[in-house]
T-cell receptor, first 111, second 114 residues
């Protein structure tokens, strides 16, 4: 079946550091891929998405590229801020199936 | 903007009580979902609904039921709350069911069962 694996956290960085959160997936078809973010005390919100191979999703300085050859969708940001501290979830979706989430990666950024 | 609201942010209930969690979306979305979120386990799908009065079991439906009498409202019911149902409950909605659809989430209800 379909699944998502993302790196375990927590990830602890200093402000302005480079961020990578790894995400790999297993899918039988051609899924869309998503990154959701959950700020403290809130629900999840969509950060970015990509719907086909080689697409790059981007938002708020974050980027992720849909790599079919490596079945990956790694999240990157060149310079993190304290306000980026949150839990990040990678997810995949195929038509007619449920959205499948990874277990989440906690990011903590200190000034 | 899509808005998904949940009736309570925090709830404290006793073991054996019947608990209702309400979710309302304001964008005429077809699909609605209930998840629970637990540390180390991520989000797990409890139930979802693709239409009024329709419901489908997710990965962990045991101990839960749902109701969707109106398109905008999706209720999660704990028939007899137990301590292992202490969790964060998240409601979501989406317009359709293609691989392109974004799910929009409510703020969550943190339920404590004593």
């Amino acid at each position: 079946g379909n699944s998502v694996t993302q790196m375990e956290g927590p990830v602890t960085l200093s402000e302005e550091a480079f961020l990578t959160i790894n995400c790999t997936y297993t899918a039988t078809g051609y899924p869309s891929l998503f990154w959701y973010v959950q700020y403290p005390g809130e629900g999840l919100q969509l950060l970015l998405k990509a719907t086909k191979a080689d697409d790059k999703g981007s938002n708020k300085g974050f980027e992720a590229t849909y790599r079919k050859e490596t079945t990956s969708f790694h999240l990157e940001k060149g310079s993190v801020q304290v306000s980026d501290s949150a839990v990040y979830f990678c997810a995949l979706k195929e038509a007619g199936t449920a959205l499948i989430f990874g277990k989440g990666t906690t990011l903590s950024v200190s000034s | 903007d899509v808005k998904v609201t949940q009736s309570s942010r925090y709830l404290v209930k006793r073991t054996g009580e019947k608990v209702f969690l309400e979710c309302v979306q304001d964008m005429d979305h077809e699909n609605m979902f209930w998840y629970r979120q637990d540390p180390g386990l991520g989000l797990r799908l409890i139930y979802f609904s693709y239409d009024v009065k329709m419901k489908e079991k997710g990965d962990i439906p045991e101990g839960y039921s749902v109701s969707r009498e109106k398109k905008e409202r999706f209720s999660l019911i704990l028939e007899s709350a137990s301590t292992n149902q202490t969790s964060m409950y998240l409601c979501a909605s989406s317009l359709g069911d293609s691989g392109l659809e974004t799910q929009y989430f409510g703020p969550g209800t943190r339920l404590l069962v004593l």
